[in-house]
């Protein structure tokens, strides 16, 4: 045997000590697996970490009382997010499955819950890579020596454009002169048609009257205009009139689509190699934002504003309820992603130990960023001459509308331009190989004789994402996108997460659970053991029911800007989130229908089991011929609570 293969050979086989002697069992060589256990890890920073932690944790902090929001958000990370993430790990690694499967196994009555998860994800992949497809367009314009966003001098631009940058050209010529109305004009005189008796470039005054002079005329930011106008083409655009395709957006989303189709052709195998560049580059690009940030003028007003806490905000529930569902925003909890991820890991793979990293590297990385990005915010502030309040805006809006304006006023714009749409384009599409696995496994755990066609899987899976997609990057599509974001990830999500650890607390039963770690060789202190009891049974049950309940009771009907959706829009967005849903119900009926119609819907069936087993039983080789005895049923599991 050559080194090669018998490193080969070692990589499909496992330990797992049975009754005190040590048995090596084959692993299935078809279905793939990591390579290291630092592939798996990065995959699952890659996934975890995105563009949310830049754009969508910022801005929450700031609404919800600076640092005092980490309060909220630790609590709820710790009650519900790290929990939920363990378990979906734990389960993806002792049953080798998709989440599909395992769910089915685990208690047949929730079958659909897989499904749901996958649902979830698809669509969330379909709408999350438009996102990639703006940062690769705000990527290709910053190469370009003039930055179009920091100017009003295109056939896009209304009167109302205002460009700080040509407003200083303006003052150039003339200190006393204003941009407005896209041209140079006096501030006096600008007054003065205003009825005040005199001006300069801050004010308008009289002998009873001081305004400023920024508050008598409408302005918008050439940046926010070019994202508008330009990038998604809304030109009055509504849903009745959805106007045509953005067709410079359409080359980005394919291009983004056949990168991560490139990326992933080889499931596993492809992304192993990938993550190590996609997990890890973004960091050195937050270090170089940040390095250059905390430079410029204004950037430590931006930082404190971003860490002083207000107390009094922890006494809005509204707080508790973003700290909720930032966590599952963040870490990407109930989407059956990470159980995808995880069953391709080694039967002994201390996922205990990981699921703590990333839960906490994923929380470093939102601050981290958060500092980013408000040293940047307050140079702004400093240089629009308002306050931080009127800089932050949420979402989009912070990356494609606030940064930008903020770059093309420092030096060298194009070069910070490039090096943070770079950074948010690779978050973005670390995220998506998770998601596009997840449906490759289902698909293949379903029919195993496609693995051998694992490729043209992959393909038909983007190909299908992309299609979908391509509304969202008509001159209307920022409405339908909207209502998929709002609608997707966010309420619906809460209950699919409650049934998970419903599944495993209240069904399976969480101490024969606990008992399959160790099967793994994940060994738990008492105080370990009562942590994962309690909150598997209890804490995160209850947060994910509670925090529902309160957005359900506070839920708003989506908009952008200020247009408001029409109603027929609307109950569209209503039907997407409970489309996520629909397949519990669906599957209990049709479990139902099939029998039997008593409490064995709600326990294990045969097949479910350690992974390795399994793969033994399918294996011709000598090794799979020995005979493993079933573990000791647990008498005092707890099938109900």
Not at 150 to 168: K, R
Not at 483 to 507: F, K, Q, R, Y
Request: hydrophobic residues 45%.
């Amino acid at each position: 045997m050559t080194k090669s293969e018998e490193k080969t050979s070692k990589a499909k086989r496992i330990s797992l000590g049975v009754g005190g002697a040590l048995v090596e069992l084959a692993q299935d060589p078809e279905r793939g697996s990591w390579a290291n256990p630092a592939e798996f890890v990065l995959s699952c920073i890659g996934y975890a970490v995105g563009i949310g932690n830049v754009w969508r944790f910022p801005y929450l902090v700031y609404r919800n009382g600076g640092g005092a929001f980490l309060i909220p958000f630790v609590l709820m990370l710790i009650t519900m997010g790290l929990p939920i993430f363990f378990l979906e790990l734990a389960i993806g690694q002792y049953s080798g499955l998709g989440p599909n499967k395992a769910f089915g196994r685990m208690a047949p009555a929730l079958h659909g819950l897989g499904y749901s998860t996958l649902v979830v994800i698809s669509l969330v992949m379909v709408y999350y890579m438009v996102i990639v497809a703006w940062t690769l367009f705000y990527t290709f314009v910053s190469f370009m020596p003039k930055l179009s966003w920091a100017y009003c001098d295109n056939d896009f631009n209304t009167n109302d454009c205002y460009s700080a940058l040509q407003e200083m050209g303006c003052q150039t010529d003339d200190p006393g002169t204003i941009f407005y109305n896209r041209s140079c004009v006096k501030a006096k005189d600008f007054c003065q048609r205003l009825g005040y008796r005199d001006g300069n470039v801050t004010y308008c005054f009289d002998d009873d009257r001081v305004r400023p002079l920024r508050q008598l005329y409408t302005r918008i930011l050439s940046s926010e205009e070019y994202f508008n106008e330009y990038v998604l083409g809304l030109r009055g655009a509504t849903w009745e009139h959805f106007g045509g395709i953005r067709w410079e957006l359409l080359g980005c989303l394919t291009l983004a689509w056949i990168i991560c189709c490139l990326c992933l052709m080889r499931g596993v195998q492809s992304i192993g190699k990938v993550v190590y560049f996609t997990a890890l580059f973004p960091y050195v690009m937050l270090t170089a934002l940040l390095i250059r940030g905390v430079t410029l003028d204004g950037a430590g007003d931006g930082s404190l504003w971003f860490i002083t806490p207000k107390w009094l905000t922890l006494q809005s529930a509204g707080v508790w309820a973003d700290a909720a569902s930032q966590v599952f925003y963040s870490l990407g909890i109930g989407c059956g992603s990470l159980i995808t991820l995880s069953s391709y890991s080694n039967f002994n793979n201390n996922c205990h130990r990981d699921a703590i990293f990333v839960t906490f590297a994923n929380l470093a990385t939102s601050i981290f960023a958060g500092f980013v990005i408000f040293s940047i915010m307050g140079f702004l502030a400093r240089q629009m001459g308002v306050s931080i309040d009127e800089v932050i805006t949420s979402g989009a809006g912070l990356a494609f509308i606030a940064y930008p304006e903020a770059v093309a006023r420092m030096p060298l714009p194009n070069v910070w331009a490039v090096l943070f749409f770079v950074m948010l384009f690779i978050l973005g599409l670390g995220s998506q190989f998770a998601g596009v696995q997840a449906i490759n496994t289902a698909i293949l755990d379903l029919r195993p004789d496609l693995r051998k066609h694992e490729s043209y899987v992959v393909l038909g899976i983007c190909v299908t994402c992309w299609l979908l997609a391509i509304p969202m990057v008509f001159d209307g599509g920022i409405y339908l996108f909207t209502l998929m974001d709002w609608n997707t990830a966010s309420w619906a999500v809460l209950l699919i997460g409650l049934a998970e650890v419903a599944v495993v607390g209240w069904c399976y039963g969480c101490n024969k659970f606990l008992g399959d770690i160790v099967e793994m060789q994940m060994p738990f202190s008492v105080l370990q053991r009562g942590y994962w009891w309690l909150s598997w049974v209890v804490l995160a049950p209850i947060t994910c029911l509670v925090v529902f309940v309160y957005q359900i009771c506070t839920y708003e009907m989506p908009r952008y800007g200020e247009y408001i959706f029409p109603s027929w829009a609307n109950a569209i967005g209503i039907l997407i989130g409970l489309s996520t849903l629909a397949p519990m119900p669906v599957f209990f009926v049709r479990q139902l229908w099939k029998g039997p119609r008593d409490r064995s819907l709600f326990r294990p069936k045969k097949s479910w089991g350690p992974a390795v087993e399994k793969n033994a039983s399918n294996d011709t080789s000598s090794t799979a011929s020995i005979k493993i005895p079933q573990p000791l049923e647990d008498k005092s599991q707890e099938d109900f609570i």
